[in-house]
């Protein structure tokens, strides 16, 4: 059984619906508030607010249930844009008087069949790619690069609404029966809370986005695929995961425990902590033992981490990372960053490049000493619940660096039977090259770099920018 939080009330949009002046309004709620408060300009929606309360006059979550398989219904009826509009309502109000249907027969709907579990590893047939219209509008290209991966490898890109919100992988989490997982959202904003890993290592934790923009209640998901967590969880630092036999698994970053306490109002206990790890568990559909926590040096874990082959994870090398940037530098003459007056244009350019690779050698050295310890013990974590770990060369020093690859979406085509990763394309595109030999080395037929720079200096990569069917 689920621990309840007392300290927050559950705030949730519900739906959007044209009113009498034409203009779309918004209807919000929560879960022990008064339905006479939640009345609208529309009689029909009115009375279907009436014919759902129980007769306490208080909104229940389970009523909230059947509220949702309605409006689905209804928004079903035309345009599926995720506003009622007066057609649609007009249309339904029919159908109630003609005998079409009734809210009795819409509230016993059953859900639908669960999906199979689902990883974000490479052994997924990934069938559609959501993306965010509010990033393909300002970044048109990731959209055309990922049209062109899919056409060859044979999944089709979905664009979604998500209120000019394009980190849409951090709003919802696929669970283990395949239902989604919608974070918990609170109306405060919590100050950021940081927790100790076993051996005393400091995660790194700030969270709280979702949390704060209650943008995860807007996914668009049928309400019966639709699971409302206790816990608080941001899809970046869940990896959904299978280990070697097909079990399914997750890892999940030790800052979520912090923020799911403190939500639960429990203090950062020993007990507490165990309690905090089986409502995260029980939230994704999963046995505590089915979840491997691990302490996190960056502010998502999905930026570090990434799962391939059943039973196997991708980890930061720090350190090729850093034996390969200073090949390239050697490689590339870029050494001198002493600018001079008698330097022409093109030569204080080269130097300006040289320093800004210097500068981000000497980040990666100092990210890679600071993190040693807390990377060793999760990979200790990672090996003692049976994935077989797999060194990746990380060139990111920092959430806002222009190289990530670790950050990316893997997966088998149905089409052609190739394994493929789409990852970031770098701010050194001579680095693609050689991280691509790693990744094929690591079981992966097809490796596609997306034009997402600016999106990585903006501590997000295409990963954070997606999710997957």
């Not at 949702?68 to 209804?74: E, P």
């Not at 979905?158 to 239902?179: H, L, M, N, V």
């Not at 039973?311 to 090949?327: C, R």
Request: with cysteine; proline share 3%; hydrophobic share 30%.
């Amino acid at each position: 059984m689920a621990i309840i939080p007392e300290i927050n009330q559950k705030f949730i949009k519900l739906f959007s619906f044209i009113n009498k002046d034409n203009k779309i309004s918004t209807i919000e709620t929560s879960y022990g508030q008064k339905w006479e408060n939640m009345k609208t300009d529309n009689a029909t929606i009115n009375s279907i607010f009436e014919n759902i309360d129980n007769g306490d006059g208080i909104v229940q979550p389970e009523e909230l249930n059947i509220l949702n398989k309605i409006f689905n219904y209804i928004d079903n009826l035309f345009n599926k844009d995720e506003i009622l509009d007066k057609k649609e309502i007009k249309e339904f109000k029919k159908q109630l008087a003609d005998g079409t249907i009734s809210l009795d027969k819409l509230k016993q709907q059953e859900p639908k069949t669960p999906e199979k579990s689902w990883s974000e590893g490479l052994d997924r047939n990934i069938t559609t790619i959501q993306i965010s219209k509010a990033e393909t509008e300002k970044n048109p290209k990731v959209k055309e690069d990922l049209q062109a991966i899919g056409e060859e490898q044979g999944f089709k890109l979905e664009e979604i609404y998500s209120d000019e919100d394009p980190w849409i992988e951090d709003t919802s989490i696929k669970r283990a029966d395949g239902k989604t997982y919608i974070p918990y959202h609170s109306p405060q904003i919590l100050p950021e809370v940081n927790i100790k890993s076993a051996r005393g290592n400091e995660n790194i934790a700030a969270q709280g986005r979702v949390l704060e923009t209650g943008s995860a209640f807007n996914v668009k998901v049928d309400a019966t695929e639709k699971y409302y967590g206790t816990s608080y969880l941001e899809g970046g630092n869940v990896l959904n995961s299978k280990l070697n036999d097909g079990t399914p698994a997750a890892i999940v970053g030790e800052a979520s425990i912090a923020y799911s306490l403190q939500l639960m109002g429990l203090e950062q206990t020993p007990d507490n902590i165990e309690k905090a790890k089986e409502v995260i568990a029980e939230d994704l559909g999963l046995s505590k033992e089915q979840v491997t926590f691990i302490p996190q040096h960056e502010f998502h874990i999905d930026m570090v981490y990434r799962p391939l082959h059943n039973g196997e994870v991708a980890v930061p090398d720090y350190e090729k990372g850093i034996e390969i940037l200073k090949k390239f530098q050697a490689d590339k003459n870029m050494t001198d960053t002493t600018l001079q007056d008698t330097d022409s244009l093109e030569e204080r350019r080269a130097k300006i490049q040289a320093y800004k690779l210097n500068k981000q050698i000497k980040n990666l050295e100092q990210t890679a000493q600071d993190s040693q310890s807390i990377r060793a013990e999760a990979e200790v974590y990672l090996q003692k619940a049976g994935y077989k770990i797999i060194k990746i060369p990380s060139f990111t020093a920092s959430s806002q660096d222009g190289t990530n690859f670790m950050n990316g979406i893997g997966g088998t085509s149905n089409k052609t039977g190739e394994s493929f990763y789409i990852t970031n394309k770098s701010e050194y595109p001579e680095l693609q090259n050689i991280i691509e030999s790693y990744l094929k080395n690591a079981g992966i037929d097809k490796v596609y770099f997306v034009s997402t720079l600016k999106e990585l200096k903006a501590k997000g990569g295409i990963d954070c920018l997606t999710q997957e069917k």
